[in-house]
T-cell receptor, first 112, second 117 residues
Framework: NAGVTQTPKFQVLKTGQSMTLQCAQD?????MYWYRQDPGMGLRLIYY???????DKGEVPNGYNVSRLNKREFSLRLESAAPSQTSVYFC???????????FGPGTRLTVT | AQTVTQSQPEMSVQEAETVTLSCTYD???????LFWYKQPPSRQMILVIR??????QNATENRFSVNFQKAAKSFSLKISDSQLGDTAMYFC??????????????FGKGTKLSVKP
């Protein structure tokens, strides 16, 4: 039981490049989330998915797209990376009958 | 809109002593829950403790306990018998139990705790 996994762990991009951050969970959770963490800012919600086939914007969605591929996987795409997207990205999941979220190990992304 | 405030950016404590981290929140809702998460240098987010707003009894998990004051909208974390492994960033988080954004968490900016030998 791996919990929530994220790939890659580290990534360096040049401005304008695109990439997809992958997230998968094996806990059969319906809800999944993408956050970004910046120094002094805590975690801010980018997008979330309450169930397979649905996605909704969070607090800071600009510059990102998401895909809920199936119940297990929720990916985050940067179409044209900008230096302002340099951050640590966390994926999380939650089961319907509880309120705590379980987090992946994070991806440190640097955009130069 | 809900907000979460952690007013102590950094704190330190001697090993084996007790420390309290502060968190206040603002909401007009009545049905919610609160969490403390720990983020050690490994970067992994680890759930420390949770509190349901409708429960008057303060939650306790081993050396970790909370002081939940609903009227004051305060949710502090007490760590007893501090250990070197408690060194981490601690985040307070708020979530609604009902409504369109139920399940989404709002995080404070964190408190960096250092436990000194």
């Amino acid at each position: 039981n791996a919990g929530v996994t994220q790939t890659p762990k580290f990534q360096v991009l040049k401005t304008g490049q695109s990439m997809t951050l992958q997230c998968a969970q094996d806990m059969n959770h319906n809800s999944m989330y993408w956050y970004r963490q910046d120094p002094g800012m805590g975690l801010r919600l980018i997008y979330y998915s309450a169930s397979e086939g649905t996605t909704d914007k969070g607090e800071v969605p600009n510059g990102y797209n998401v895909s809920r591929l199936n119940k297990r996987e929720f990916s985050l795409r940067l179409e044209s990376a900008a230096p302002s997207q340099t951050s640590v990205y966390f994926c999380a999941s939650k089961r319907d009958t509880a309120y705590e979220q379980y987090f992946g190990p994070g991806t440190r992304l640097t955009v130069t | 809109a809900q907000t979460v405030t952690q007013s102590q950016p950094e704190m330190s404590v001697q090993e084996a002593e007790t420390v309290t981290l502060s968190c206040t929140y603002d909401t007009s809702e009545n049905n919610y829950y609160l969490f403390w998460y720990k983020q050690p240098p490994s970067r992994q987010m680890i759930l420390v403790i949770r509190q349901e707003a409708y429960k008057q009894q303060n939650a306790t998990e081993n050396r970790f306990s909370v002081n939940f004051q609903k009227a004051a909208k305060s949710f502090s974390l007490k760590i007893s018998d501090s250990q070197l492994g408690d060194t981490a960033m601690y985040f307070c988080a708020f979530g609604l139990r009902t409504g369109g954004s139920q399940g989404n968490l709002i995080f404070g900016k964190g408190t960096k705790l250092s436990v000194k030998p």
